[in-house]
């Protein structure tokens, strides 16, 4: 309960400084973050990490489908195979290639 109090209290609070700053501010916010979303560095860290994420989950299948085997449902493995073939080459919905 006591989470649920801080949150509120929080919520409220950031409502309250929002609402005084007002929407010439939050045009100014909105832009920053469009600016650092076109930044080279962002979208290069953002696609280095997006591509390690790849690797680590590849690792993963194959460490649990060795272990798991054929004990792992149909629908399941279908499911699988499925976002296997679909990671294969092209671009991600990023613009970048999974290579």
Do not use: C
């Not at 790849?54 to 629908?75: C, F, L, N």
């Amino acid at each position: 309960m006591r989470y649920k109090l801080t949150f509120v209290v929080g919520l409220a609070i950031g409502y309250v400084i929002g609402t005084r700053a007002g929407r010439e501010r939050y045009e100014q916010l909105r832009k920053s973050a469009r600016e650092l979303s076109h930044n080279p560095a962002v979208r290069n860290a953002a696609e280095t990490a997006a591509q390690t994420g790849r690797e680590v989950a590849g690792k993963a299948i194959h460490a649990v489908s060795d272990k798991v085997g054929d004990r792992m449902p149909d629908s399941v493995a279908e499911r699988v195979r499925s976002l296997r073939e679909r990671g294969q080459g092209g671009e991600d919905e990023w613009g970048t290639t999974n290579t």
